[in-house]
């Protein structure tokens, strides 16, 4: 009887002209069926400016039509895809504008600038002048106030190529020819056309923060901040970050590599294997002139100080620069950093109310700082260890260091001047380890160095530690606080910056990475950050892991090393 009732409620109707949208929190909205979706979230006041949406699960642009009814979250600036949106279209912007200022020279857009912002260069020119540089501010702003529209637009794939290499664009040729998909998604902002790795806002007149100043020969292109998404933030110098861009970048260039078009060349041509010996031969000259530094040092300099941040390779950079001083005659002591833990209920809480172990109160500073300086004197010293099962403090081993051995301690913290005591501030040497990545997929689009290493440690986790993607995506956000908070504000104190990427890292790295995020469920906030790490992974051909050497950084990631056991202190 209940079943017959309830099949009569069941009836046939026109469409309505309506449809409805439910937002979080239970908010719902009506409006016109087929709507964009950026019409009906003007309606609401947000906290950050609105740059796109998820609807149903998918991440949408805001033109994107609403035809039935549907759930959906606005995607704001304070958020990782919404930074992603607004910074893709500025670049766009900036593109466009350039183009119409500057019949010659080709713009490269670099590298990202920790404080919210890219460096950018031109070549086929002189350096923009001061003056150039005002006027080509002067046209994005005049590009956004004429509220121009993004549009959006896929075409065959060999029109696209017919239509960068009329420009002269080689480099997007280059890579377009590896493509597997038949056709391309491309924007148009008036005469000016591209494509970019990801979605746009729907106007220019989204695109009103922004700043250009004069960077070293070339420019920053200043955008905000996500905890920041109402300011600018000013752009310090960073001259010891940008010349570590730059050797990387002078180095694949000499190798002929310098975007991801040439290294499927060579993967397709079969002649990759000389980019991998190359690549680790670079990593190696520079531990080795780290290491001839070090033992210039030795008289004013005993402690070692390694930091940088998640999945940048300091364990194995650190090992092989070991293996480098002991080829000098030198046998630095490895001090673990983590061993020098409060006990977990004095650990200090985060935001969250939770143990903030990434903090550096977290540490046992007091101890730490009485026991550094009498190490380098030679004295004997008990040091902590922490168990992390019970999260206790306890004794650990009684060492008494050779006259003359240096310390190496590797931390998050190490160029933080607060680690050690004031006494030895002047003593240490940092270096300052991060995988600065310089081969970009073309002169527009980048590749990210927070992309790169989210991937190796998507691969590190689900194999050392049983983590799948979805696990490693979602606590990655917790993970780039810490590094904001911790790291990058310190990296200039730097006296060494080491570039731990390879440049045929993502190749090597792809056949491990792309089965694992296959396996994010969809309609998880996970399945949209695995969806975008794919269609990256797609840009480049499959290298064998075969041919990464078995004492490569890469090992770490991908496993097979033969430095993972390796240490040159023993107990006992």
Not at 148 to 171: H, M, Q, T
Not at 442 to 447: A, E, G, K
Request: with cysteine.
């Amino acid at each position: 009887m209940k079943s017959k009732i309830m099949k009569n409620k069941i009836k046939t109707i026109s469409v309505r002209t309506e449809v409805e949208i439910h937002l979080p929190g239970g908010h719902v909205l009506s409006g016109p069926r087929g709507a964009a979706v950026g019409e009906f979230l003007s309606s609401v006041e947000y906290e950050a400016q609105v740059v796109g949406a998820i609807v149903n699960g998918e991440l949408r642009e805001l033109n994107y039509s609403i035809m039935m009814e549907s759930k959906v979250e606005p995607v704001l600036m304070n958020s990782a895809d919404g930074a992603r949106i607004y910074r893709r279209s500025l670049t766009f912007l900036l593109e466009k504008a350039f183009s119409d200022l500057f019949s010659v020279g080709i713009l490269f857009v670099d590298h990202s600038v920790a404080s919210g912002g890219y460096y950018c260069d031109v070549s086929g020119r002189d350096a923009l002048t001061a003056l150039e540089l005002e006027a080509l501010k002067k046209r994005m702003n005049e590009l956004i106030e004429a509220d121009l529209p993004f549009e959006r637009r896929e075409i065959p794939l060999a029109e696209a190529i017919e239509y960068f290499r009329s420009k002269g664009f080689e480099d997007k040729v280059q890579l377009l020819k590896h493509r597997k998909k038949d056709y391309l998604t491309m924007y148009r902002l008036e005469d000016h056309m591209d494509y970019h790795h990801g979605y746009m806002v729907p106007s220019t007149r989204y695109l009103h923060m922004f700043d250009i100043m004069g960077t070293e020969g070339g420019f920053t292109l200043s955008y905000p901040r996500r905890h920041k998404p109402n300011d600018l933030l000013p752009v310090p110098e960073y001259p010891k970050l940008l010349n570590a861009f730059r050797q990387y970048g002078g180095w694949l260039a000499r190798l002929g590599i310098d975007n991801v078009g040439a290294l499927n060349d060579a993967i397709q041509e079969g002649r990759v294997d000389e980019i991998v010996l190359v690549s680790e031969a670079f990593h190696e000259q520079n531990l080795s002139d780290i290491a001839r530094l070090i033992a210039s040092r030795l008289d004013q300099s005993r402690l070692i100080l390694i930091a940088g941040p998640s999945s940048s390779g300091k364990t194995t950079t650190a090992r092989r620069l070991t293996i480098q001083l002991l080829a000098l005659g030198i046998s630095p002591f490895p001090l673990e950093l983590d061993n020098y833990f409060l006990d977990r209920d004095k650990t200090p809480l985060g935001e969250d109310g939770k143990p903030d172990f990434e903090s550096i109160e977290a540490l046992d500073l007091p101890l730490l700082w009485e026991q550094l300086p009498r190490l380098i004197k030679g004295e004997e010293v008990h040091l902590p260890r922490y168990n992390f099962k019970s999260g206790m403090s306890e004794a650990g081993h009684i060492i008494q260091l050779q006259k003359g051995q240096p310390i190496i301690m590797e931390g998050i913290h190490g160029m933080d001047p607060h680690l050690i005591p004031e006494s030895l501030r002047g003593e240490a040497l940092r270096i300052y380890v991060s995988a600065l990545t310089q081969l970009n997929l073309d002169r527009h689009n980048r590749v990210s160095t927070t992309d790169t290493r989210l991937i190796r440690r998507i691969v590190r986790d689900a194999r050392e530690r049983g983590y799948n993607a979805s696990h490693t995506i979602a606590h990655w956000e917790s993970v780039r606080r810490g590094e904001k908070r911790h790291i990058f504000p310190y990296q200039e104190n730097a006296d060494v910056m080491f570039n731990s990427a390879l440049a045929y890292e993502m190749a090597a790295l792809k056949p491990f990475a792309e089965p694992l995020l296959r396996q994010v469920p969809h309609g998880t906030r996970e399945y949209i950050e695995a969806k975008r790490l794919l269609a990256f992974l797609e840009w480049f051909l499959p290298l064998d892991a075969n041919l990464v050497p078995d004492n490569s950084l890469l090992r770490e990631f991908i496993g097979g090393s033969i430095l993972k056991d390796f240490t040159v202190w023993r107990e006992g």
